[in-house]
């Protein structure tokens, strides 16, 4: 939306931007400590919630030992999505771990299992990684989205490669995504970090070409835009829709508590203010 408002402003009334992706930012830089962080703000609520905190007490600690548990002793899973009965195989490591709670903040549903699976999976049912990665009812249209993406049946990897090698990673620096890992002091940030190695290696043999300087410029514009931003999203932080609106001189940021990737899908009441 923003390539439309700077290249084919005439026509465009107003905007509405859900968990921006500003083209200046370098977020394959950033992707590891961002998720990290949008993690640890969800334990940290978790701890001064009453009922999570008695449930799941030391939340950060436990997920931390889980990891290195499953460093040492990686597990082959398979599981079955309770609607569809299509099974995923996957090996199951700490940066895998890692990514699934990273992929399950996108979605409210999952989100509020988090808690739970983890402690799952460090009593030892590793199955119920599950709960991450699949809806667990017919009407969760959205979850059904979100366990076809983990299970890659709903994305097209030529076209993500095509996009973000192009637009993206040729404006990002691998050493700098490793540095500000180490200078985050984030224990989790280590563990996301092998998904941003993985898409280095991709766009050295995925020859996609290279976008112009420009789309790593920021957007200016004084066409009024909405700009949503939800608490835990891993991928488009929130951070990223409040440097927008400083370049949308007439735009209005909302940031949704407990929300995730996707605003609109979080409830009624983004819907409504949209």
Request: charged residues 20%; aromatic residues 10%; glycine residues 2%.
């Given at each position: 939306v923003l390539t439309?408002?700077?290249?084919?402003?005439?026509?465009?009334?107003?905007?509405?931007?859900?968990?921006?992706?500003p083209p200046e930012v370098n977020a394959y830089e950033e992707q590891a400590v961002n998720g990290a962080?949008?993690?640890?703000?969800?334990?940290h609520h978790c701890a001064e919630d009453e009922g999570c905190a008695h449930a799941y007490p030391?939340?950060?600690?436990?997920?931390?030992?889980?990891?290195?548990?499953?460093?040492?002793?990686?597990?082959?899973?398979?599981?079955?999505?309770?609607l569809s009965g299509d099974e995923v195989h996957l090996t199951l490591n700490g940066s895998k771990m890692a990514s699934l709670v990273f992929e399950a903040l996108y979605h409210p549903e999952t989100i509020a299992r988090i808690p739970y699976v983890i402690y799952e999976v460090q009593y030892g049912y590793r199955e119920a990684i599950a709960g991450l990665?699949?809806?667990q009812s017919k009407e969760d249209h959205l979850g059904l989205i979100q366990s076809q993406i983990s299970s890659g049946a709903f994305t097209s990897e030529g076209l993500f490669f095509s996009i973000?090698?192009?637009?993206?990673?040729?404006?990002?620096?691998l050493?700098?995504?490793?540095?500000?890992?180490?200078?985050?002091?984030?224990?989790?940030?280590?563990y996301l970090l092998s998904d941003v190695r993985s898409i280095f290696e991709f766009c050295q043999i995925w020859d996609s070409g290279a976008a112009p300087e420009i789309e790593n410029q920021p957007v200016t514009s004084d066409i009024p835009a909405l700009i949503l931003a939800g608490e835990y999203d891993p991928l488009t932080p929130p951070t990223w829709g409040e440097q927008v609106a400083q370049s949308l001189?007439?735009?209005?940021?909302?940031l949704f508590p407990a929300a995730g990737h996707a605003v609109i899908d979080s409830g009624e009441c983004p819907s409504l203010l949209i």
């Open positions: 439309i408002l700077r290249d084919h402003p005439q026509g465009i009334r107003s905007v509405i931007l859900d968990s921006v992706y962080r949008a993690i640890e703000t969800l334990f030391d939340l950060p600690q436990v997920f931390e030992d889980l990891l290195i548990t499953l460093d040492n002793n990686p597990s082959e899973v398979t599981v079955t999505s309770p990665m699949f809806p973000e090698c192009n637009e993206e990673v040729r404006f990002n620096s050493t700098k995504a490793e540095n500000a890992v180490k200078g985050s002091n984030l224990m989790l940030a280590r001189t007439n735009s209005y940021y909302y």
